[in-house]
């Protein structure tokens, strides 16, 4: 079996530079880390992971610990798309992924620390996390093992986070309706514990106060990130606010939702309703009518996730926060309002 030695000597260069070029390091010039990475095939050489770990004390292992992943969820493919970005980027850092899907009923018998500890990983990145809960408490007091997280703006020593400009993407979409000669324009949010909700809530009310429009915290209605959700709060805002002539959802689950409470009362989007929804999911280029919505890059998201993380992990940066631009992407379920 081909050793690292091996490489070095036909390669013509240190065993050091050999094991730099192999873990992506960026401090090897590119011809030689193509001459060893062809040499290394040549050789069939295949890293012994269990001893470089040993070694090195590194087990290039990073986790991804997703909050309540079940399959009622699946028409939201959100978790997916952010999932292949930390994928391929930590595959092309040379780092393992690991994924753990947990709920309170196991954070009560497992803490943060002891799921990092057990499974040999030198962090993590979560997401789906409320803000009220124990595992993001935990990760921010006690800072034991460095940590990602999505969505949700907390920072520290050893923790960083990433998300999409919700407050700005949310004016974007309101602003789109009232450029069309909308005034009354109603929110389904997700709920009080995602920090999204709240920063979408706030773009909402932005995007209203600019033109001079009261906000009526009565045209708000809480979703839950659901499509039932977004169906029961279109429900309730055609009966206390028959003058609505528009929506936004906070996602575009809840867009879906509210789509079909309409559909099933006889009510035409974007005719009788303009509807607008956040994050682009594939379904929404697919339904019908095609949804208006924010694009946010779910992919990037998990992409700079897992670059951010693995910066912390090497001790390349001291940046502990990413934020992305979302994109407004006009179809057919939003339109001018006639005069």
């Known amino acids: 079996m081909a050793t690292i030695k091996d490489i070095a000597k036909q390669a013509g260069v240190s065993v050091t530079t050999v094991s730099r070029a192999l873990n992506g390091y960026d401090d090897v010039n590119e011809v030689t880390r193509k001459k060893i990475k062809r040499i290394a095939e040549e050789l069939s050489y295949s890293p012994n992971a269990v001893a470089r770990s040993l070694v090195s004390k590194k087990t290039r292992t990073i986790g991804l610990i997703i909050s309540d992943i079940n399959r009622a969820g699946a028409k939201?493919?959100?978790?997916?798309?952010?999932?292949?970005?930390?994928?391929d980027r930590a595959g092309d850092l040379n780092y393992d992924l690991l994924l753990f899907s947990t709920s309170p009923t196991k954070q009560i018998e497992k803490s943060y620390t002891t799921l990092c500890k057990e499974r040999n990983v030198e962090g993590a990145i979560i997401s789906g996390l409320?803000?009220?809960?124990?595992?993001?408490?935990?990760?921010?007091?006690?800072?034991?093992?460095?940590?990602?997280?999505?969505?949700?703006?907390?920072?520290?020593?050893?923790?960083?986070?990433?998300?999409?400009?919700?407050?700005v993407g949310a004016s974007m979409a309101v602003r789109h309706?009232?450029?069309?000669?909308?005034?009354?324009?109603?929110?389904?949010?997700?709920?009080?514990?995602?920090?999204?909700?709240?920063?979408?809530?706030?773009?909402?009310?932005?995007?209203?106060?600019?033109?001079?429009?009261?906000?009526?915290?009565?045209?708000?209605?809480?979703?839950?990130?659901?499509?039932?959700?977004?169906?029961?709060?279109?429900?309730?805002?055609?009966?206390?606010?028959?003058?609505?002539?528009?929506?936004?959802?906070?996602?575009?689950?809840?867009?879906?939702?509210?789509?079909?409470t309409l559909e099933k009362l006889g009510r035409k989007v974007p005719d009788d309703m303009s509807v607008i929804g956040f994050d682009d999911i594939t379904i929404s280029a697919y339904c019908s009518p095609k949804l208006t919505t924010i694009r946010q890059d779910k992919y990037e998201l998990g992409y700079q996730g897992?670059?951010?993380?693995?910066?912390?992990?090497?001790?390349?940066?001291d940046n502990r926060k990413i934020l992305l631009n979302n994109q407004l992407i006009v179809r057919e379920s939003t339109r001018p309002l006639q005069k």
Do not use: W
């Open 177 to 260: 309706l009232l450029e069309g000669g909308h005034r009354r324009i109603a929110m389904i949010n997700g709920h009080d514990q995602a920090s999204v909700s709240k920063e979408r809530y706030e773009g909402y009310k932005d995007a209203l106060r600019e033109a001079g429009l009261e906000v009526r915290e009565d045209s708000v209605y809480d979703g839950f990130f659901t499509e039932d959700g977004g169906a029961e709060a279109m429900y309730q805002i055609l009966i206390r606010h028959p003058d609505v002539t528009a929506v936004f959802c906070a996602s575009d689950l809840m867009a879906l939702g509210a789509m079909r």
């Open 76 to 87: 939201d493919a959100f978790a997916y798309e952010v999932l292949c970005g930390i994928n």
């Open 130 to 167: 409320r803000l009220d809960d124990p595992y993001l408490h935990e990760v921010i007091d006690q800072n034991a093992f460095p940590c990602v997280l999505i969505d949700i703006p907390r920072t520290g020593d050893n923790v960083g986070h990433i998300t999409s400009d919700s407050r």
């Open 306 to 317: 897992a670059q951010l993380l693995i910066d912390m992990l090497e001790q390349r940066t």
